[in-house]
């Protein structure tokens, strides 16, 4: 496909009412998602008082959520295929809706007409001397529904980072567009507290030279990120990543000398983070953004060597099952990709699948580590995918082991305030006597 110029091509550019007036009643539309939100569009789609029964299929999206506010019942209707704060309320009350998936599968959802897409709102970068535009910070499924939507409406951001990989969209493949030069949506750090710094420590000593990393967002993965700086030739091949990745490539330690898949390349399908990360991933030819099907497939995964896959739960049963999605029937987030690395660095040689998490919810008074999993609790990996499992009490693995040495590993990183009841339900359960019981 020959490619060209597009020039004086901001005074194309209409308000974000005029971008969305190409929306129609009864049709299906999808919103990019994390840093990517775009955030005036959104804004203009909820102003509009004449639609009724539109579909909005979006990931964690960022900032307010107005399209899903009790007054837009009937009118915007969200689908949250990964759930986000935003949405977390309008689906407990029934006002939007979720959808159980894998990441790795939703772009065939787009591709192959079984959610058809009629537009698709995404924010992107400005165009290149080759006319086209970059999904910039979040690919994931942004791509696919770029490439399938009846018509691409976007916001044109002159600060949207322009990413290297599978991310691009053609000038020509957009309908309409709002020219903007804002910030874009930020995740800053959690804070670091003493808990996270022990599961850093357990967790890290787990990491070996030359192994491949997948890691998510927020306090313990970079407490992990923060103490591998003894490590060597690490490679990245991820769901996402944030600022905490930064000082390993600067310090020589992420060298992705060693990846089978993708060398010398951090490949991940988005980013979550501050300014400093969209300065970094801009215009980066070491860092590739591939779409979620691609960067979540297991069958790429296990040909890593050393996958180390660090993910959370919310609960862990004392047989290995792990809710990661919900708080009893209440969702609180989404399958995500979780299971692909899962199992991806299961099957990879020497890898090492972790979920890491603090023991105890609600300000200690509950155990992460339970008996049985709340009722409605999503079992997002099966006990019989399960193998490492990590709390401030330290590690163990799971793999191999039967229902009762599960019990007893789990009740020895669980909280020594909550060991001896779990003890005792284990005991009455499995019909043998525990240590301490």
Not at 369 to 382: D, K, Q, R, S
Request: proline content about 6%.
């Amino acid at each position: 496909m020959r490619t060209k110029a597009v020039p004086n091509w901001r005074e194309r550019a209409t308000s974000a009412a005029d971008v969305l007036s190409h929306v129609r009643s009864g049709t299906s539309v999808f919103l990019h998602g994390a840093c990517a939100t775009p955030t005036p569009l959104l804004h203009a789609l909820a102003a509009r008082n004449d639609l009724e029964d539109v579909r909005l299929y979006h990931l964690h999206t960022a900032g307010d959520a107005p399209f899903a506010e009790p007054e837009q019942a009937g009118r915007l209707r969200s689908v949250s295929l990964f759930t986000g704060a935003p949405l977390r309320k309008a689906i407990a009350e029934g006002r939007a809706d979720f959808m159980p998936i894998f990441l790795s599968d939703i772009p065939a959802l787009f591709a192959s007409g079984r959610v058809p897409l009629d537009a698709a709102l995404v924010q992107l970068s400005p165009p290149d001397a080759h006319g086209m535009c970059s999904l910039g910070t979040s690919v994931d499924t942004a791509k696919a529904a770029a490439d399938h939507a009846r018509i691409v409406l976007a916001e044109i951001n002159e600060q949207m980072p322009r990413t290297h990989g599978n991310t691009v969209v053609p000038f020509e493949r957009v309908t309409a567009f709002v020219h903007t030069d804002r910030p874009l949506h930020e995740h800053p750090a959690e804070p670091e507290g003493g808990v996270e710094a022990r599961i850093g420590e357990v967790v890290a000593a787990l990491v070996e030279d030359g192994s491949t990393l997948q890691m998510g967002i927020g306090s313990i993965p970079d407490a992990v990120l923060r103490r591998l700086h003894d490590k060597n030739d690490l490679g990245v091949h991820t769901e996402m990543f944030s600022d905490g990745l930064i000082p390993l490539v600067e310090a020589g330690v992420v060298t992705n000398r060693l990846k089978k898949i993708h060398p010398q390349r951090i490949v991940t399908s988005f980013v979550a983070g501050t300014r400093k990360l969209f300065d970094f991933v801009h215009d980066n030819p070491l860092v590739e953004f591939h779409t979620c099907d691609s960067t979540n497939d297991t069958a790429l995964i296990r040909k890593n060597d050393r996958v180390v896959a660090i993910n959370s739960a919310l609960q862990v049963d004392l047989t290995g099952q792990v809710c990661a999605d919900s708080i009893g029937h209440r969702i609180f987030s989404g399958i995500g990709g979780q299971m692909d690395f899962m199992r991806g660095a299961a099957l990879s040689r020497g890898g090492k699948p972790i979920l890491a998490f603090p023991s105890t919810a609600s300000g200690g008074k509950l155990s992460r580590i339970v008996v049985a999993l709340e009722p409605g609790a999503g079992v997002v990996t099966t006990r019989g995918h399960v193998h490492w499992v990590a709390t401030e009490y330290g590690a163990v693995n799971l793999h191999g082991k039967t229902l009762r040495e599960r019990g007893e590993a789990l009740i020895a990183i669980a909280h020594p305030d909550f060991r001896a009841e779990l003890a005792r339900d284990l005991a009455a359960i499995r019909h043998f006597p525990v240590a301490g019981s």
